[in-house]
């Protein structure tokens, strides 16, 4: 039976991450929370807008309505990567090599070894994602995605489909692209097609919210996604993805929405937070449920497994964060 340790917040709390063995959460304030032999906390930005996990390096990368995009390092220490002054830097990725990317109205920006590449977009960036091998990033926008080499003048390539794309995501085998829309549906393209002939589109429609969290499976089999009632997984294995391929629904609860979704790093065993702050684990290959928290106070706004997938950080807009130790 899992236990659950509290840890009790006094704010919104954006996300929830593993740094290593150290929970991190990010609170919307500008602090940074961590439990590191004791509760710790990092002022880390004048308004917090994004936080995210850098995939490639035992960090977090920020962004803040000061303008700044910082390094989050796992002992609490704080590197500044940009400042752009009265601006609100909301998107930022992670890459190899230490490279971070954001956006900046129509400007997609990366950060290589102290020099700063910039891109123009046709449309201001709403999310910025880096390809699991090269440096190349995707920028999600109205109407499409860009994709960039960002060492080398290689021009744009241009995936065009209607609409406001607001998060971006690459498979962990880098074949596919998959952007979150406006609209309540999911777009891909799959990128590994003959030389010279268009990236074939997915749509992947029917939710009745907006997608606001998803996680890959550990071999990049399953895509999970929020904005339903049930998580709604994708299947990737297959050389065409999910192309005329139903979703799996799991952690089915009525009209109770899910918020937050994470994949275990190495079983094939999802996390599920939902908007009353119950936290469910389900099994792909038998789709039974374990109940890991009971509902909270506020939605699930974030989840993240400690390397050992022992142990999972969950977050909720209300500040009722805390551990789940299935070890206990």
């Known amino acids: 039976m899992a236990s659950v340790a509290p840890f009790d917040l006094e704010d919104h709390i954006v996300a929830a991450h593993y740094v290593g063995d150290v929970p991190f959460f990010a609170s919307a304030s500008g602090v940074i929370h961590r439990l590191d032999d004791g509760a710790k906390a990092t002022e880390a930005h004048d308004g917090l ?12 990368v920020t962004g803040g309505e000061d303008g700044r995009v910082l390094r989050i390092n796992a002992d609490g220490t704080v590197t500044e990567i940009a400042s752009q002054p009265r601006k609100w830097i909301s998107v930022v990725a992670a890459g190899p090599q230490g490279a971070v990317a954001y956006g900046l109205g129509k400007e997609s920006h990366v950060v290589l070894n102290g020099t700063e590449q910039v891109f123009t977009e046709a449309r ?19 109407n499409g995605a860009s994709l960039h080499w960002v060492t080398t003048s290689a021009p744009p390539v241009d995936l065009d489909w209607k609409g406001a794309h607001i998060m971006a995501c690459f498979s962990p085998d880098g074949r596919f692209l998959v952007t ?16 010279g002939t268009e990236a074939r589109h ?83 290959a038998d789709e039974k449920e374990a109940l890991m928290r009971r509902p909270g106070k506020g939605a699930i706004t974030g989840m993240s497994w400690d390397p ?21």
Not at 124 to 142: D, Q, T
Not at 308 to 328: N, T, V, Y
């Open 202 to 284: 997915m749509r992947m429609s029917g939710y009745p919210a907006k997608v606001k969290s998803w996680s890959w499976s550990p071999r990049g089999k399953w895509l999970a996604t929020s904005g339903a009632p049930a998580a709604i997984v994708w299947p990737f294995a297959g050389k065409d993805g999910p192309m005329g391929k139903a979703p799996l629904e799991l952690g089915t609860r009525a009209d109770i929405m899910v918020t937050s979704v994470a994949f275990h790093p190495s079983d094939e065993v999802l996390a599920i937070g939902f908007i009353d702050g119950m936290v469910l684990a389900v099994r792909l």
């Open 124 to 142: 201001s960036v709403e999310a910025i994602a880096f390809a699991p091998k090269g440096l190349r990033i995707a920028a999600a926008r109205y």
């Open 49 to 60: 807008l994004t936080c995210i996990r850098d995939p490639f390096s035992p960090s977090l």
């Open 308 to 328: 050992s997938g022992k142990r999972l950080a969950f977050a909720s807009d209300a500040g009722d964060c805390g551990i789940i130790d299935l070890s206990a």
């Open 180 to 195: 979150s829309m406006q609209e309540n549906a999911l777009h891909g393209w799959k990128l590994d097609v003959k030389p």
